[in-house]
């Protein structure tokens, strides 16, 4: 078996042969820069740039001229909720999240903060979804935006974002949702869906890094103030120079998305049963987050094992992601936030499986971090 074995795809996913491809003419003979009008170079590049937002528009079932450019999620989230609580300051000053959102969503609320704005962070249940109820309760007459993630990256979990958004009208509150996790694992479809402002990135599903996209309603129209001033691209929200071949590589990463998902969620859903059902009758190894309502391609365990809370750091034949809810260090904001036994009990272990790994992998892997679990628990395996 090549080793190690790529489990990480909820940190970034290999890019599909299929995407580079569709990129290269555009970092050679076809460099022309997008905003040039006047010349056969500038219309090729923009044409390509068009095509690829009607790509990405259709795997979320928005309009194309709904979709703006940006860097990446992180940029798309800052654009989104800096952007809406500015020019809805007038309005009211409050927004409301979840404890378990990206740092993207978190480190923004935070600075909003500081500018006056007021945050109530909620707390999910322990099985990291976000009552409804609760919801609803924290939304007060100045409340004008709330910020939920469609799908959660370290547990996978699925939030009701048609019930919160849905809420969220009922108050006339903006409503943003990161959905960098979510493309290509679950339907999307933004003409029925009650949101106003939605994130999404290309690097989580097969496209390349530093790509991205927010989703701006139009039709009843959100304002938000650009972030990023200059020449006026992207109807004015977000200046800087169109990256053609970043973008043609996110185009062709989500019409491909578009194709395979409903080939391809079954068959991840099964590789990430296979390595589960390996796993969960081991004593002391915890399920993190919903079983149920989560994308196919997630598993997140606790060892509540003695001794082994460092075992992560031998498994060097795996790439796997880990973090920890009670240890000093790499401390897992979402993990504390479920405060669930499991979610407590020790260092966490990440594993998320991506189109390109096989049956074969997926078989050796469990071995590995079963036989790995079993010798630390005896005692034959020296963690740190
Ligand atoms: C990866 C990720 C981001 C950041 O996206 P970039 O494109 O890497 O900036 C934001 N939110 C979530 C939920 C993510 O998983």
Redesign the pocket.
């Known amino acids: 078996m090549k080793t190690p074995i790529y489990l990480d795809n909820?940190?970034?996913t290999p890019l599909d042969p299929q995407v580079v491809a569709a990129m290269l003419p555009w970092l050679t003979e076809q460099f022309g820069n997008p905003a040039s009008s006047t010349h056969a170079f500038g219309h090729a590049a923009s044409r390509a740039v068009e095509a690829a937002r009607a790509d990405v528009a259709r795997l979320v079932n928005a309009e194309a001229r709904d979709v703006a450019w940006t860097?990446?999620?992180?940029?798309?989230?800052n654009l989104a909720i800096k952007g809406a609580a500015l020019a809805a300051q007038k309005r009211g000053k409050h927004l409301i999240t979840v404890q378990t959102?990206?740092k993207?969503?978190l480190d923004t609320m935070q600075w909003l903060e500081k500018q006056g704005f007021s945050v109530t962070y909620l707390a999910p249940q322990k099985n990291g979804l976000v009552d409804i109820e609760t919801f609803r309760a924290a939304l007060r007459p100045d409340t004008i935006l709330a910020s939920v993630?469609l799908?959660?990256?370290e547990i996978g979990v699925i939030q009701d974002i048609a019930a919160l958004g849905a809420v969220c009208r009922g108050n006339d509150t903006l409503f943003h949702v990161?959905?960098?996790?979510a493309t290509g694992k679950v339907a999307i479809d933004l003409a029925q869906l009650p949101v106003d402002l939605m994130?999404l990135?290309?690097?989580?599903t097969y496209g390349p890094?530093?790509i991205?996209a927010l989703y701006v309603r139009r039709a009843p129209q959100v304002r938000i103030e650009s972030q990023m001033h200059g020449g006026g691209h992207e109807r004015g929200l977000r200046s800087g120079t169109l990256a053609t071949h970043q973008i043609v590589g996110m185009g062709a990463a989500f019409r491909i998305a578009g194709e395979l998902m409903a080939d391809e969620v079954p068959k991840l859903r099964a590789l990430r049963d296979q390595l589960w059902d390996q796993l969960k009758d081991l004593p002391g190894v915890l399920l993190n987050g919903d079983f149920e309502q989560r994308i196919a391609n997630n598993l997140n365990i606790s060892l509540d094992i003695p001794n082994c809370d460092s075992l992560v750091t031998t498994l060097s034949d795996i790439a796997v992601s880990s973090t920890s809810a009670c240890s000093t260090g790499g401390v897992s904001h979402v993990l504390q936030a479920l405060g669930s036994d499991a979610a407590m009990a020790g260092n966490s272990i990440r594993m998320t499986v991506g189109r390109f790994n096989t049956a074969e992998e997926i078989d050796w892997a469990a071995d590995y971090l079963r036989s790995k679990i079993e010798d630390c628990r005896a005692g034959r395996l020296r963690v740190a």
Do not use: I, P, R
Request: proline share 0%; net charge negative.
């Open positions: 909820s940190a970034t860097s990446g999620a992180t940029e798309s989230n959102e990206h993207a969503v993630m799908v959660n990256n990161d959905a960098a996790q994130s990135t290309a690097h989580k890094k530093g991205g």
